[in-house]
T-cell receptor
């Protein structure tokens, strides 16, 4: 596809359930980012991949959050034992950037997660 | 973490007016970006700035990367109804991008 694709668009889960959010980046994009966007706020960095390597996960709020990108393309963000404060829009972005090359990010439309 | 102060928080303007919004940070960034986000969609890149002092235009939009590398502004000239949305600045430091809290723009026809 032409852009970053995220699925599902909406996810409702009960507190305590595990959820998995998927991101299909633009083909050929080396870098992939996950962000959490609370209502009325700007996106907040969660984690960054360069190909399959997770180079920065300093933004993950707790050890309940886990992200992977095993083949350097599709990425999954998993949240275990969800809590109400996990409710937010989760955005994925990708860019061509490799080491030393600065490229802007292209965002998907996000997954809106609601924890009941 | 790093904080970007974006102002104003919201604006109500008449169609045809010019708009200005800005972003400041206590930290230096080596890239500044401006995004627009419509409801239910992801942010869309408007302008990217890579050098201190750089002034870049994209149609009716003009943005500048401040000389101190700690600030940036975005101007929109002759606003139209489809300019309505939330505008975010973002600063890049190494592999991380930090976003402001947004400026909500309302345009009255």
């Amino acid at each position: 596809g032409a852009g970053v694709s995220q699925s599902p668009r909406y996810k409702v889960a009960k507190r305590g359930q595990d959820v998995a959010l998927r991101c299909d980046p633009i083909s050929g994009h080396v870098s992939l980012f996950w962000y959490q966007q609370a209502l009325g706020q700007g996106p907040e960095f969660l984690t960054y991949f360069q190909n399959e390597a997770q180079l920065d996960k300093s933004g993950l709020p707790s050890d309940r959050f886990f992200a992977e990108r095993p083949e350097g393309s599709v990425s999954t963000l998993k949240i275990q034992r969800t809590q109400q404060e996990d409710s937010a829009v989760y955005l994925c972005a990708s860019s061509l950037e490799g080491q030393g090359v600065v490229q802007p990010q292209h965002f998907g439309d996000g997954t809106r997660l609601s924890i009941l | 973490g790093q904080q970007l102060n974006q102002s104003p928080q919201s604006m109500f303007i008449q169609e045809g007016e010019d708009v200005s919004m800005n972003c400041t940070s206590s930290s230096i960034f080596n890239t500044w970006l401006w995004y627009k986000q419509d409801p239910g969609e992801g942010p869309v890149l408007l302008i990217a700035l890579y050098k201190a002092g750089e002034l870049t235009s994209n149609g009716r939009l003009t943005a500048q990367f401040g000389i101190t590398r700690k600030d940036s502004f975005l101007n929109i000239s002759a606003s139209i109804p489809s300019d309505v949305g939330i505008y975010f600045c973002a600063g890049r430091s190494f592999n991380k991008f930090y976003f402001g809290s947004g400026t909500k723009l309302n345009v009255k026809p």
